[in-house]
Nanobody, 126 residues
Framework: QVQLVESGGGLVQAGGSLRLSCAAS????????VGWFRQAPGKEREFVAA????????YHADSVKERFTISGDNALNTVILQMNSLKPEDTAVYYC???????????????????WGQGTQVTVSS
């Protein structure tokens, strides 16, 4: 099985930044699509951003576009979510997810992803 681990969550003030990372234990992200999702208490899981590793294709939700950036670090085999200009509305548990793919397309649908990390808490104070 693909084991994903997220890190980088924490508590920041509004307007601050956090850098989340997602790594796969003992496996390369080659031929995988990787996505970030978030879920706040009482709310549905929400798509944040996705990347197709082999092609570098990226897609960001409108709610985070121009503030968040997803990228891949080939040397570290890690997917990064750089979050800037954070708002209290960004407070949620952030999950990394992966799916096998041989195409350049990305997916914003949670059901397309087969592997999920345990999540990392992001809290943005007012």
């Amino acid at each position: 099985q693909v084991q994903l681990v997220e890190s980088g969550g924490g508590l920041v003030q509004a307007g601050g930044s956090l850098r989340l990372s997602c790594a796969a234990s003992g496996r390369s992200f080659n031929n995988y699509g990787v996505g970030w999702f978030r879920q706040a208490p009482g709310k549905e899981r929400e798509f944040v951003a996705a990347i197709t590793w082999s092609y570098g294709t990226t897609y960001h939700a409108d709610s985070v576009k121009e503030r968040f950036t997803i990228s891949g670090d080939n040397a570290l085999n890690t997917v990064i979510l750089q979050m800037n200009s954070l708002k209290p509305e960004d407070t949620a548990v952030y999950y990394c997810a992966a799916r096998r793919t041989t195409t350049w397309t990305t997916s914003s649908q949670a059901y397309d992803y087969d592997y999920w990390g345990q999540g990392t808490q992001v809290t943005v104070s007012s």
